[in-house]
């Protein structure tokens, strides 16, 4: 395996290096765990992850209101004041997060991350957690 396989970092690292608004990125599996992340400390990464979970879990029925599509996330935002939380669609049951300074070009950003999930592509895919017996 690669280094690229087997650490997805170097691609947050290239999109976070190329909007200076961005504050930390990371990877997140649909049920809340962080995958990888880059310029985020451990526990904002996890803290960031669940809410990135969150996030795409209430998309989820804006997009079953379209049935003739496939009803994915392709992208969700929080602003607040001094910021921005925006989540992408990165694999299956994966999301990439970044949280970003305000005055970020919105539209640039959205391009960006669309660009590094595709990167990134099917090695970002996880499986949903299961439960433990006990």
């Known amino acids: 395996m690669t280094q690229h396989q087997t650490d997805l970092s170097w691609a947050l690292r290239d999109l976070a290096e190329s909007i200076t608004e961005i504050r930390f990125a ?3 599996s649909s049920d809340g765990k962080a995958i990888t992340s880059y310029a985020a400390d451990p526990d904002d990464a996890d803290r960031f992850a669940a809410v990135v979970a969150g996030l795409q879990s209430l998309a989820q029925p804006v997009a079953e209101k379209f049935p003739k599509h496939n009803g994915q996330l392709r992208l969700a935002g ?3 004041d001094g910021g921005h939380l925006f989540v992408v669609r990165a694999g299956t049951e994966t999301y990439l997060g970044v949280l970003a300074r305000s005055g970020i070009d919105q539209g640039v950003l959205g391009h960006q991350m669309r660009d590094c999930a595709r990167r990134m592509g099917d090695l970002l ?5 299961q439960e433990q017996p006990g």
């Open 26 to 28: 990371l990877v997140a």
């Open 125 to 129: 895919g996880t499986a949903p957690r």
């Open 78 to 80: 929080i602003e607040v």
